[in-house]
C-alpha cells in the first residue's frame, strides 16, 4: 500500500502561482509512476501532469503547458506541481496519485493510489 499526502492549495489571484506537493509513505520501493489530476465542480476528473518514475518523461495536459511544472524528489518521495499564470479555470481540487508502472497514463482508473485531495482556487 501506498498513502499520498498532498499539500499547499489554496486562494490566489488569476496571474498568481501555488506549488503543490504530493509526500509518498508506505510501500514506496516500487517504480510508481505519479500524476496529478483535478476535478472542478460538475467535471470529471482529468489529468493535469503526469511523471514517470526516473523524472525522465514528463507529460501535461495542453492547457497547462508551459504554466505547470511536475517534478519529483526521490530521496524525499515527494511530488511537486508548480503552476504559475493561474487562472479562475484552473479552479478544481487537485489529486496526486501514483501507479506501479512506468508509463504515463491520462486515464484516471489506470491509477491504484491517490490522495485526499487539496482545493486551488483562483479569484478573476
Known amino acids: 500500500q501506498v498513502q499520498l499526502t498532498e499539500s499547499g492549495g489554496g486562494l490566489v489571484q488569476a496571474g498568481g502561482s501555488l506549488r503543490l506537493s504530493c509526500a509518498a509513505s508506505?510501500?514506496?520501493?516500487?517504480?510508481?509512476?505519479m500524476g496529478w489530476f483535478r476535478q472542478a465542480p460538475g467535471k470529471a476528473r482529468e489529468f493535469v501532469a503526469g511523471?514517470?518514475?526516473?523524472?525522465?518523461?514528463?507529460n501535461y495536459l495542453d492547457s497547462v503547458k508551459g504554466r505547470f511544472t511536475i517534478s519529483r524528489d526521490g530521496a524525499k518521495n515527494t511530488v511537486y506541481l508548480q503552476m504559475t499564470s493561474l487562472k479562475p479555470e484552473d479552479t478544481a481540487v487537485y489529486y496526486c496519485?501514483?501507479?506501479?508502472?512506468?508509463?504515463?497514463?491520462?486515464?484516471?482508473?489506470?491509477?491504484?493510489?491517490w490522495g485526499q485531495g487539496t482545493q486551488v482556487t483562483v479569484s478573476s
Open positions: 496519485t501514483a501507479r506501479a508502472d512506468l508509463t504515463i497514463i491520462i486515464t484516471p482508473t489506470a491509477y491504484m493510489y
Open positions: 508506505g510501500r514506496t520501493g516500487n517504480r510508481y509512476t
Open positions: 511523471i514517470s518514475w526516473s523524472g525522465g518523461n514528463k
